[in-house]
């Protein structure tokens, strides 16, 4: 049974960081692409960084350029968000997700594996 399991989510005020991690059973993930997503309320599922499956090659939505960053430890089946400098428009649920490719697509429904998402809320 495949299972991606995301952890980290918090309240954080305003400038503050996290760190998220999405744990992957079930599957080889170290072949695999990885991103992550958030979804505000109201608002649509939106990729926020994605990594390729050895992590040489990352993407990342304007809005959190220089501020996240995405790695992975295949050794340990796990993908990471590090959040700095939190702002109240990244309140959102986020959501690790993979696909049965080596290279990641910004497209949701592209993936083939999802986590049930962490809630991460920014006080301004």
């Known amino acids: 049974q495949v299972q991606l399991v995301e952890s980290g989510g918090a309240l954080v005020q305003a400038g503050g960081s996290l760190r998220l991690s999405c744990a992957v059973s079930?599957?080889?993930?170290?072949?695999?692409?990885g991103s992550w997503f958030r979804q505000a309320p109201g608002k649509e599922r939106e990729c926020v960084a994605t990594?390729?499956?050895?992590?040489?090659?990352?993407f990342y939505t304007d809005s959190v350029k220089g501020r996240f960053t995405t790695s992975r430890d295949n050794a340990k089946n796990t993908m990471y968000l590090q959040m700095n400098s939190l702002k109240a428009e990244d309140t959102a649920v986020y959501y690790c997700?993979?696909?049965?490719?080596?290279?990641?697509?910004?497209?949701?429904?592209?993936?083939?594996?999802w986590g049930q998402g962490t809630q991460v809320t920014v006080s301004s």
């Open positions: 079930g599957l080889t993930f170290s072949n695999r692409a």
């Open positions: 990594i390729n499956w050895r992590g040489s090659s990352t």
């Open positions: 997700a993979a696909l049965n490719r080596i290279y990641p697509t910004k497209v949701a429904a592209e993936y083939d594996y």
